[in-house]
């Protein structure tokens, strides 16, 4: 027999086939909880373990009553009760896939294409700001790019592909990519998205990262909300903050918006903020309570930003949200 999931302080009980995650086990009985990487590393699916007995895929077995475990590793070795972060009906995704039209490729930078895509007419397809989409390579493998556009363009695509030395798509397939070209996508995908509270909005990115604070900032653009936002953009050198000219005019139109770059490599004349885009937000903000992070880009900074600012700034966790840009390869 399956075991039984129960959802803390709810009526909500699923059932949890085989050697499958208590994540897994949620969407399949039409539940749905926060999520990104899907593979330990992000954090946006913690919830506590109350009772009964998980396998964490990279760790062991945990017993409850255990707080902060990861819901996308968890595979209950009988029933178990969970209170997750949040839970709600899950809306059927109105995924799609499709095949689009390379509209523009252009390079801000060195080691980066900024790839524009449209949609076949008619085929508006909806998603939320921080979402994004599982490009198809020729032989069927994937993989994700979250999308720079505001939501209010759902028509097309905006990615920012930073090139991996020997990537399959992001040197090979992107380099070779001509306007009218065509690429098949599938969207939307991720379940990480900031509330719609008036609470203060942190943005974390590094490099590639800026893509789906990029739709964040332009959805609040485009709704004409005045929710204060503070982004920190990070990279080695300028180059990374590939269009840091474009951020910086939106904070000059919008005085809820500051942006704030961060180098970890400046070179000689740099004169603005230095080191790590996490540990300058902390400086600058070390009461975080009544705050949201989302953080985007390398595990290495949504890992320390997650630690730092929950432990040292009074963060609440579920108050933090990040999608973090892990290598796929060919099983995601
Ligand atoms: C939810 C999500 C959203 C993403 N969004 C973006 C985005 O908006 N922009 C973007 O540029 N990337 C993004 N990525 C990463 C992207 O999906 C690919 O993994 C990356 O572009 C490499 O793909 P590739 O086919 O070119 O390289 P592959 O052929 O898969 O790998 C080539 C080599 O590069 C290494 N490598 C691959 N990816 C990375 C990485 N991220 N960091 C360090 N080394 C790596 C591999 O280990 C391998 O050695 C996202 C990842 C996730 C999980
Ligand atoms: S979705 Fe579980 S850690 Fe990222």
């Given at each position: 027999m399956n075991p039984t999931i129960t959802v803390t302080g709810t009526d909500i009980t699923f059932d949890c086939p085989q050697g499958a995650t208590i994540l897994e086990a949620a969407e399949d009985a039409g539940w749905a909880i926060p999520y990104s990487c899907r593979k330990g590393a992000c954090h946006s699916c913690l919830g506590d373990l109350e009772r009964g007995q998980v396998d964490l895929r990279t760790t062991g077995t945990v017993h409850g009553p255990?707080?902060?475990?990861l819901l996308c590793q968890a595979v209950p070795r009988g029933p178990v009760e969970i209170r997750p972060r949040r839970i709600a009906d899950s809306t059927p995704p109105a995924r799609r896939t499709l095949t689009t039209k390379i509209y523009r490729a252009h390079m801000p930078a060195p080691r980066i294409t900024v790839l524009e895509l449209r949609f076949p007419i008619g085929r508006r397809t909806p998603f939320r700001a921080g979402q994004y989409l599982m490009v198809h390579l020729p032989d069927g493998d994937t993989r994700p790019y979250s999308m720079a556009n505001p939501p209010r363009d759902n028509d097309l695509a905006e990615l920012h592909v930073r090139t991996e030395p020997g990537g399959r798509f992001s040197e090979r397939l992107v380099g070779a990519l001509r306007p009218g070209d065509l690429l098949t996508v599938e969207t939307p995908f991720g379940d990480v998205t900031v509330d719609r509270s008036p609470d203060p909005l942190v943005l974390l990115a590094t490099g590639t990262g800026f893509a789906p604070v990029a739709s964040l900032v332009r959805d609040q653009i485009a709704r004409r909300g005045t929710r204060p936002i503070h982004l920190y953009w990070g990279g080695q050198t300028e180059q990374d903050l590939y269009l840091l000219d474009r951020a910086r005019r939106w904070a000059q139109r919008h005085n809820w918006l500051t942006v704030t770059p961060v180098l970890s490599r400046p070179t000689a004349g740099w004169t603005g903020a230095t080191g790590w885009v996490q540990d300058v937000a902390l400086a600058e903000n070390p009461d975080l309570t009544g705050h949201e992070v989302y953080a985007c880009g390398s595990q290495a900074m949504t890992d320390s930003a997650f630690s730092t600012l929950t432990r040292k700034a009074g963060l609440p966790e579920d108050r933090f949200h990040a999608d973090a840009f892990l290598p796929v390869g060919p099983s995601l």
């Open positions: 255990t707080p902060d475990v």
